[in-house]
């Protein structure tokens, strides 16, 4: 699709990324590409083998991992937390979201499997503008490279929930704590249960929290977007960004998340994609049940949540602000669009996915039989990046593949 291919060059010749990767599936043909580079200052040009950071993008291969434990009747979706992880058993919750951190409420209900899919649990983020957020930045959470899913965990369960659980959404580190719960269910650590139920299966043969030594020189260089005179800067940790997240390539024992942290590659990806149209790799495994997939991807919110919205720290409402989750609903791990009319009639009703930290994001349309998947290295990005992927895509989706 040359439409698709300008758009991108356009956004690599102005600076604003460095080189971007994509690849769609439609009614079972394949449209593939990149355009520039994998390093900017040593011009090596994007490959098709790269393998990117994929960040947020772990969540729903997580989220896969937990439904197969459910569809094997070893967890419900309203077992409590601390059934798992006792730990949780004396959480508190802030008195209210602008709270002190020490005024402090009992906690009605615990929180529950599904309120971890659902971001309904009362957990937030480090880089969210709220005194929670704030309290995992003071301890660090997440932060360190030499820490165990379990350590961190171990953490998180000592600092109180921003809300009571199933009465707000707030994006969060609930899907870290589900990754926990599946090593304690299935008694393995994550990247094993991983590669054994989803990524053998599906064929993901380069997807992990670890990269091979010989496969090092292949990741693309991570970047950051600097807004104010719109250049790209080298990756760059700092405190409350959501940049200062430890991710390493070479810790293979004792590294694992389940809110980020994995590596992939687009066409690992888009395998991964594809499954999700009916539950089956494109060899014709069952992952899950067709009726466990319709269930993840359609929305379980009510309308007193909406509208979702993520406000990073630093995060100003002006008259440029968009809050590109407008449209959506939430899902069993997923985005769901639910309101074509706040999507500039975009899309199609039901078409779910989500995204990375560093411009990574990929989309399933099961009423079209499409899936698309873009891979780049850039946090803070322009989001504009996305939204004219998507639009691209739908407006010449019939010209895709000539």
Known sequence: MKELNSMFEKHVEAGLYPGVEWKITFNEEIYHGTTGYMNIDTQESLQDNSIYRIWSMTKPIIAIAM????????????????????????????????????????????PTIKDLFMHTAGFSYNFLADPVGKAYDLIKLFTSSNTTLEEEINLLSKIPL??????????????????????????????????????N????????????????????????FNPNDKKLINYVMDS???????????????YARGGHGLFSTTFDYSLFAQMLLTGKTTAGKVILKPSTIKEMTKNHLN????????????????????????????????RVLIDLNKANNIGSHGEFGWAGAASTYFLVDPKKDLTAVLMTQVLNGDPVIKNDFVKTIYNNLDLVFE
């Open 240 to 254: 409350q960004k959501i940049g200062n997240y430890a991710y390493p390539y070479n810790k293979e024992k004792t």
């Open 162 to 199: 921003l809300f009571q659980p199933s009465t707000n959404w707030r994006y969060s580190v609930s899907m870290d704590v589900m990754g926990r719960i599946i090593e304690i269910v299935t008694k393995k650590k994550l990247q094993s249960i991983l590669q054994e139920k989803i990524f």
């Open 201 to 224: 299966q599906i064929g993901m043969n380069e997807t992990g929290f670890f990269v091979p030594e010989d496969k090092i020189k292949r990741i693309m260089n991570s970047y950051e």
């Open 303 to 334: 309308s007193s949540f909406f509208p979702l919205e993520i406000l990073s720290v630093g995060t100003i409402k002006n008259e440029d602000y968009v809050n590109d989750l407008d449209p959506y609903g939430w899902g069993l791990g997923f």
């Open 67 to 110: 439904m197969q434990l459910v569809e094997e009747k070893l967890i419900k979706l309203d077992d409590p937390i601390n059934n798992f992880i006792p730990e949780f058993s004396n959480l508190k919750v802030l008195k209210n979201p602008t709270s002190s951190i020490n005024e402090l409420i009992d906690l009605k209900n615990m």
